[in-house]
């Protein structure tokens, strides 16, 4: 006989099996209403990839909300953004293997459900941008595909015979007057409860009559979307009741946790350092340059602090060794670095105190591991400051007066002005810092041809200091490219 220990963890490993079980059964569609979880195998590294790649998208169209980016803008960004992480191809793509596509998408969309069902704030947001995404992809699927897809579920709606349409034809034309009548005569609509289309009432887009609203079939996405956003809702609070089962699972739990805490602060996920570095190595004399034309705010802060108190807490070294080793900073570059910036401090203490740190943190003591620099998500949600540190992210950590002070004394002469600061802390208000980071680097670098609302390319915001200096160079580089072409009249140099 089990006891109600063994008891709750058989119940336990039949929630994780449930979860785990993912498998092909089979995608005739390429867009998802996501009724039913995955079955089958799936490594649990594959399950965070598939949830950190959906994250990444979702994120990106939080902070296309945020800085209220028309519908067709966001559209393009999200699209290119699938494109890179989770591909969708549709049923006429015939050279490309779909099945291992759709299983990530829905695999994607079951672990965030987890991740994001544990709050109710985690899960309006999560249902805003899943619909969003829905919307995407409905709006931009093959439309015999789509028609296809909407035969296969029942939306209870009624159809409107040709009788019933003669004799509203009047009151079917009011509801839509920039259409002529031609295109009246020749559209279909359907009935549904009028509660079900609020959005399309508010804007005056339909017939009501006898508590029915009279819909054309163009508007019928409103009727989707809205069906949509009320499964996932209810979905969402069924996965909340049946987490608890999950808490002693101690592989999966941390991994929520990540995900959860990421999309809290607003960022996705980890940007890979793995691009970071252009290649080429900075030496310690380029660092006071570099930090003014390239540093995100947090290191630029950093480096500042470094300058004025000519030493570093230990949160300060870690957050700002990290990132100038990823930055391509050699060992002995490191080492002279932070050798002359701690003036104050004896060749015997730096020995003692500090050099083996700088070693360990490049993975030449102790346990030896190759330590990645933080990423925004890790500097704005550990290790909070206290008095006297100089690590955190400004946008989340400084109070706002501090935070002008300091963004106009760093960036104005990259072509920053007080006028830009309420937009900036606008977002630094809603707890979108990266946002607000992000706009910081379009006005930073609009000599360098950065338009507003195209983040650091694509249309992308920061996720990573690394990123943020990445592109900066890069952009840098572009510049005095087509610098060298224009005066030499020949071909672009690029000048590292
Ligand atoms: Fe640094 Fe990220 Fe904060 Fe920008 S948003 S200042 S890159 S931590």
Redesign the pocket.
């Known amino acids: 006989m089990q006891n109600s220990g063994d008891r709750k963890k058989l119940v336990t490993q039949q929630k994780i099996s449930e979860v785990e079980n993912h498998g092909t059964t089979g995608y005739p569609h390429r867009l998802n209403f996501y009724d039913k979880p995955p079955l089958g195998d799936i490594t649990i590294e594959d399950f965070e990839t598939c949830a950190l790649d959906r994250l990444r998208i979702l994120a990106e169209i939080e902070s296309s909300f945020v800085r209220n980016r028309p519908w067709d803008e966001l559209k393009e960004i999200t699209s290119k953004q699938c494109e890179n992480y989770l591909p969708l191809k549709a049923n006429t793509a015939l050279l490309v293997d779909k099945e291992p596509q759709r299983k990530k998408d829905h695999v994607g969309h079951f672990v965030l459900r987890l991740a994001f069902c544990r709050s109710e704030e985690l899960r309006r947001r999560f249902v805003k941008a899943e619909t969003a995404l829905f919307r995407v992809r409905f709006e931009t699927d093959d439309s015999e595909e789509r028609t296809e897809f909407l035969k296969t579920r029942k939306f209870g709606w009624e159809d409107v015979s040709s009788e019933e349409k003669k004799h509203f034809h009047e009151e079917l034309k009011a509801a839509s007057p920039w259409t002529t009548p031609e295109v009246i005569a020749s559209e279909t609509y359907v009935k549904v409860k009028w509660t079900r289309v609020p959005d399309l009432i508010e804007k005056r887009r339909v017939f009501l009559k006898g508590g029915m609203a009279y819909v054309p079939t163009r508007e019928l996405s409103s009727i989707i979307l809205q069906e949509f956003q009320a499964n996932l809702t209810r979905a969402l609070e069924m996965t909340a009741k049946a987490l608890p089962f999950l808490d002693e699972d101690t592989r999966i739990i941390p991994i929520l946790d990540n995900l959860s805490q990421g999309f809290l602060a607003g960022i996705s996920s980890e940007w890979s350092t793995a691009t970071a570095s252009s290649g080429d190595e900075i030496t310690a004399d380029m660092i006071d340059d570099m930090a003014r034309k390239h540093f995100?705010?947090?290191?630029r802060n950093l480096h500042e602090c470094l300058r004025r108190d000519k030493h570093l807490k230990h949160f300060g070294r870690l957050q700002y060794g990290l990132f100038l080793k990823v930055l391509g900073l050699s060992i002995e570059e490191a080492i002279t670095f932070w050798r002359r910036s701690f003036s104050n401090i004896q060749e015997d203490k730096f020995n003692k105190e500090y050099r083996y740190n700088i070693r360990h943190s490049f993975g030449l003591e102790g346990k030896r591991a190759n330590y990645p620099a933080k990423?925004?998500q890790q500097?704005?949600t550990s290790d909070q400051p206290g008095t006297g540190d100089s690590h955190?992210?400004?946008?989340?950590h400084f109070s706002p007066d501090n935070l002008q002070t300091a963004l106009l004394s760093m960036y104005s002469s990259q072509g920053l002005t007080s006028v830009d600061l309420p937009d900036i802390m606008r977002t630094v208000k809603a707890g979108h810092?990266?946002v607000?980071?992000t706009r910081v680097f379009e006005i930073t670098h609009a000599r360098q041809g950065v338009a507003k609302g195209q983040g650091v390319g694509g249309g992308e915001s920061?996720?990573?200091?690394n990123q943020?200096a990445a592109r900066s160079r890069e952009l840098e580089r572009e510049l005095e490219g087509v610098t060298t072409k224009n005066e030499d009249g020949g071909d672009v140099v690029m000048v590292g």
């Open positions: 995100p705010a947090c290191m990423s925004c500097i704005l955190g992210c400004p946008y989340r810092y990266h607000a980071c920061v996720t990573h200091p943020y």
